[in-house]
């Protein structure tokens, strides 16, 4: 019985997380971030992007809060341009925005 009530609160969990995560991807689908760095002579960043920047980024400008887990960043960001960045919250939750690193002026 005790296992029973343990399994129905975790799927009311679950189906909680799965709203909260829709409405995430419905805010974040298609939206246009920038971040601007300091930059060198040759336009050289002086430190890489990391997904903890973007999360900040998102909460800041946004006003996003999402973990930097779901941020599907192969790599840390070096270079200024324009990134596709895809989140991922699994179970074939996914989405895509923009992300514009420009210098710092």
């Not at 999360?55 to 840390?76: G, R, V, W």
């Not at 200024?80 to 923009?98: H, Q, R, S």
């Amino acid at each position: 019985k005790k296992l029973e009530i343990q399994k129905k609160e975790i799927e009311k969990r679950k189906i909680k997380e799965k709203k909260e995560f829709e409405n995430l991807l419905k805010k974040i689908a298609g939206i246009s971030l920038k971040i601007k760095v300091p930059t060198g002579e040759k336009q050289e960043m002086f430190a890489a992007i990391h997904t903890k920047d973007i999360t900040h980024a998102l909460e800041e400008q946004k006003k996003i809060k999402l973990d930097s887990n779901f941020i599907n960043l192969p790599e840390p960001i070096k270079k200024l341009g324009e990134y596709k960045i895809e989140v991922d919250f699994g179970e074939g939750m996914k989405t895509n925005f923009l992300l514009i690193i420009e210098e710092e002026k």
